[in-house]
């Protein structure tokens, strides 16, 4: 089968389409024929050689696939050969086939199609999981930053279909028009002191929780915007790792920092969440109330400029290889 494979850590002219045997099911596990596989920042990383795989995972990139069911590992039930699928993965999506737990695929969404469907689970199960992990509740207001991103466009649309309030960043007005499209009710732009602008669209309440993914350059800033019991999650470090952290800002907030990544969780944590995002996420999207982000389609072997468009800065909501 056709693989993507990088011929040493560094740009993505590294990265060429190459031979590889084609991998068999272990018990409990799918053979994937896969149809596109979404391009995620952390593929960007891999290729860098700053995000090896998990031990005993595939050193191929790629978190996530949509396919066909080729092959049935031992003791898996529920799918025939042939049935459309898509599935989140700690590794090996930039290939025709690819192996998988059976509890990390699920049916896509009805009414969208495989090459959408592929870009579509990464950014749910990191959403879906991370808004349950804080508590995101009705009536509360959440801060996302890069509401325009793989991420943030969904999460704009979850948290409003969740009865949350949305304030967001983006970069540039069209970007924040996006925002405000994919049902953000504030839009900031974050070269602006966005701090204060939450605090002005708050009256000075701060935010519940904040979905963040700069990581340190955002620390002091982002606690200092939460409310009372207000919950920071961080899942992106695109602005450092190492920042500041005022503890008794915190503590007379009671208020909560963590840090959360999906790809290093365990098999049955990625199938908890997996089924959730079918049964909580799946139908929000067949009746409209989410519409997946715009995708920017590559051929695999078109894997380079694929890399490049995200690395850019440039895109809106998804890259997607077609397989
Ligand atoms: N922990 C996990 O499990 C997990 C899972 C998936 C993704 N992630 C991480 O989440 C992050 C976003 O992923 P993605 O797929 O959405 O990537 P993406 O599509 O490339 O989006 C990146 C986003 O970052 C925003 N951004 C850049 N500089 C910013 C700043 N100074 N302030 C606020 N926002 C800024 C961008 O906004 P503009 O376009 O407006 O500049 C854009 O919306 C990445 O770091 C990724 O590694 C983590």
Not at 95 to 108: F, L, N, R, T
Not at 185 to 199: G, Q, T
Not at 217 to 222: G, H, I, P, T
Request: aromatic share 4%; glycine share 12%; charged share 15%.
């Amino acid at each position: 089968m056709r693989v993507v494979s990088v011929t040493a850590p560094g740009g993505p002219e590294n990265l060429i389409v190459a031979d590889a045997p084609t991998p068999e099911p272990k018990p409990g596990e799918v053979l994937i024929a896969v149809a596109a596989a979404g391009v995620n920042r952390a593929d960007l990383l891999q290729r860098q050689g700053y995000y090896p795989p998990p031990p005993g995972t595939s050193e191929v990139i790629g978190l996530e696939v949509a396919g066909t069911i080729a092959a049935l590992g031992d003791g898996v039930d529920g799918w025939a050969l042939g049935d459309p699928c898509v599935a989140l993965l700690a590794g090996g999506g930039y290939a025709e086939y690819v192996v998988v737990p059976s509890g990390q695929v699920i049916a896509p969404p009805d009414g969208v199609d495989l090459i959408t469907a592929a870009g579509l689970i990464e950014v749910a199960a990191t959403v879906v999981s991370n808004f349950d992990h804080v508590h995101l509740a009705a009536g509360e207001t959440v801060l996302i930053h890069g509401g325009t991103g793989g991420i943030g466009s969904f999460a704009i649309q979850y948290a409003r279909a969740l009865g949350a309030r949305v304030l967001t960043t983006a970069g540039s007005p069209a970007k924040l028009e996006l925002c405000r499209e994919f049902g953000a009710d504030v839009a900031i732009d974050y070269h602006d002191d966005w701090a204060a602008a939450v605090a002005e669209a708050t009256g000075g309440a701060g935010v519940d929780v904040i979905l963040d993914v700069m990581g340190a350059k955002y620390l002091e800033a982002n606690v200092a915007a939460l409310a009372l019991d207000g919950r920071l999650v961080v899942i992106g470090l695109q602005g450092g790792r190492k920042g500041t952290l005022d503890l008794n800002r915190l503590l007379t907030k009671r208020a909560t920092v963590t840090a959360t990544s999906l790809r290093f969780r365990p098999t049955a944590q990625k199938a908890a969440i997996c089924a959730a995002v079918a049964q909580r996420v799946w139908p929000l999207i067949a009746a409209g109330a989410i519409r997946p982000a715009p995708e920017t389609r590559f051929a695999l072997d078109e894997v380079a400029r694929a890399h490049t468009q995200l690395e850019s800065g440039d895109n809106i909501g998804k890259v997607v290889l077609v397989v």
